[in-house]
């Protein structure tokens, strides 16, 4: 018996190249189709951003009051002033503060919720609980959490009832810790959330197995949920950096609740010092103000590229 070979039909390699040269022709055609969805975003976006930031840039190299007046040549000047002043010595250090002390913090707490929410009846409802701090208003949570911790707030009150001197949380040594703490509170809730969307989704005879052979709940943290959900936490890392490096409001509203005066300087960030060299009172220093700005750019592109890097696994996906 022969052996039967089939052979393709004669058109098939013309057919294919038809329909190569017929793909060619619609990809320009997808392209001029792009960008006029494009551009309106695009100029937009460089109008109200992108520009702004290089005007930025070119003032921190200028002294310049703001319109209206004269705008002068000033060189790295701004940027050596900012070495001398205390006072952004003083909110850099407290903004890298807030950005590892509170993130350690945060994290901390959000591990050990997703270890003792995943099997506790009534965890949606716990969830809700501590994500509730998160809808409310920063500025609404510092300045209720700074009338409590007045000399003759709450807090001081309660103590002086089961005989417990008060203390002057509000004093240089202590404000700013109080700013972490109630940051703290109330961001917490919203990488709880995040974590636990991702701890959800992870299947629950992985635990069961874990349980037979006596994985103690740190063990199935250790070697299950936090394996499974580490590309969310380094999404989360990263969203914390960015917003640490930027408190402002509740610095604002914890520190001057009931009183006009400005935020002492144990208790500023780099964003406050920025707005008190701006809208501080007396001669606005914009090119100061924007270099300032510049700085912590540098910086939060610096910390965010080491996050990536350090928070960079392996993708584990469940066979």
């Known amino acids: 018996m022969g052996t039967a070979t089939l052979t393709p039909p004669a058109t098939a390699a013309p057919a294919a190249g038809k329909a190569g040269r017929t793909g060619r022709r619609l990809r320009p055609a997808r392209e001029r189709a792009f960008w006029p969805f494009l551009l309106p975003a695009l100029i937009a976006y460089s109008a109200l951003f992108v520009l702004p930031s290089l005007f930025g840039f070119w003032v921190s190299f200028n002294k310049w009051a703001g319109p209206g007046s004269a705008m002068t040549w000033n ?3 701004n940027y050596l002033e900012l ?4 006072a952004f010595r003083t909110a850099f250090v407290n903004t890298f503060v807030l950005a ?4 350690a913090l945060v994290f901390a707490f959000t591990f050990l919720s997703m ?3 995943r099997q506790v009846k009534g965890r949606a409802f716990i969830r809700s609980v501590i994500f509730l701090p998160m809808i409310i208003s920063v500025i609404a949570v510092g300045v209720a959490i700074g009338f409590l911790l007045n000399p003759d707030g709450a807090v001081n009150t309660i103590l002086g009832w089961v005989g417990i001197e008060g203390r002057p949380w509000l004093g240089p040594d202590m404000v700013f810790k109080c700013i972490v703490a109630g940051l703290v509170w109330s961001s917490t809730g919203f990488y709880v959330a995040l974590m636990m ?7 629950p005879y992985l635990y069961e197995d874990a349980k037979l052979v006596g994985a103690t709940k740190w063990e199935q943290f250790r070697h299950i949920t936090l394996p499974l959900t580490w590309d969310v936490f380094a999404v989360s890392a990263v969203l914390w950096v960015v917003n640490s490096l930027k408190v402002f409001e509740i610095v604002i509203a ?3 609740a009931g009183t006009p005066a400005s935020p002492p300087i144990q208790a500023r960030t780099v964003a406050v010092q920025q707005y008190a060299s701006v809208a501080g009172g007396g001669v606005p220093e914009l090119g100061s103000g924007a270099a300032m700005g510049v700085v912590i750019l540098i910086v939060t592109t610096v910390l965010i590229v080491l996050t990536r890097r350090v928070t960079r696994r392996e993708r584990v996906e469940l066979s």
């Open 75 to 77: 060189g790295l000047g």
């Open 83 to 86: 070495t001398r002043s205390e």
């Open 100 to 103: 590892f002390g509170g993130g």
């Open 115 to 117: 270890m003792v929410l």
């Open 197 to 203: 969307s991702a701890a959800d989704s992870i299947p």
């Open 254 to 256: 914890f520190t001057t």
